[in-house]
DNA sequence: GTAACTGCAAAATATTTGCATCCTT
DNA sequence: AAGGATGCAAATATTTTGCAGTTAC
């Protein structure tokens, strides 16, 4: 399927920034955050722009959103089929502690855990940090 | 133990916005952002005070920091004997999608899951996002 | 043609740094 | 007394908003 086919699924008009991003992004085994893509892309697009794009797709369930302890957020493709509606990404997230990259290991599900009386979970977010298996 | 000797046990020096802060957490059963802490205390210290301390806290191993995807970072009390060496929070979060909400589950320990070969954790930060059981 | 998208300027939010003064030890 | 802690001002970092002009459909 192409990169138009991708954003028309998702209901988004076909845009230079939407298909470079996109492109960019399936290109890449790591999630990157705005300050990366701004550094390929400032040439071409506003960093606004930039912003918006991350969103859009956000909200399309394009892209999901990694929160770091470092201030700023990390963003990659989503596996499978999510929508506006759906949006599930339960697989686990490695960030290296030396080369700061952040790498979505799709293989690996979120493992089951019980939670207390009450507590009604609908989403998990699992990071491991350490040394990746570039850096080890 | 008193505060002022959990201070000391983690090498710092006894002032009033440290015990402030620190009391304010013992008696709090969710993690806290600095804006918070800002509502409570702004009337006796500065905002950057506050923002030192959190950040003192993290490095002496009395918080950890739970990133959070909306932009702003909360923290809470370390249960056992964190140091700046050692810091390990290995117990489930549990974010409330109403009340906003971030409670430790300090009984729920993180689930071993073995990673890729070469991939060397040594932390895990694990949030389950939903509903708590004040509000579901 | 029209609604959606983009660029630029500016605002809002979050956090850190420099420095003079004050306080804990 | 000395070095660490605080308050204030300012800087930096991150993200969002307003609006006019442009583009996809």
């Known amino acids: ?3 138009e086919h991708h954003l028309k699924d998702h209901d988004l008009r076909v845009t230079d ?8 992004l399936v290109d890449l085994d790591t999630a990157v955050s705005h300050a990366e893509l701004e550094m390929v892309f400032s040439n071409d697009f506003d960093r606004v722009t930039i912003y918006r794009t991350l969103n859009t797709f956000l ?6 959103k990694i929160p ?10 989503c596996k499978d089929h999510c929508t506006t509606e759906e949006h599930i990404d ?13 790498v979505c290991l ?8 019980k939670l207390p009386e009450n507590f009604k979970a609908n989403n998990a977010v699992l990071m491991y940090e350490g040394l990746c298996d570039k850096c080890s």
């Open 68 to 77: 770091t302890d470092t201030g700023s957020a990390k963003y990659a493709l």
């Open 1 to 3: 399927m192409t990169v």
């Open 59 to 64: 909200d399309k369930g394009i892209l999901h």
């Open 90 to 102: 339960d697989h686990v997230h490695f960030k290296c502690s030396k080369c700061e990259k952040v």
């Open 17 to 24: 920034i939407r298909k470079r991003i996109y492109e960019y």
């Open 106 to 113: 799709h293989d690996l599900e979120i493992p089951n855990v």
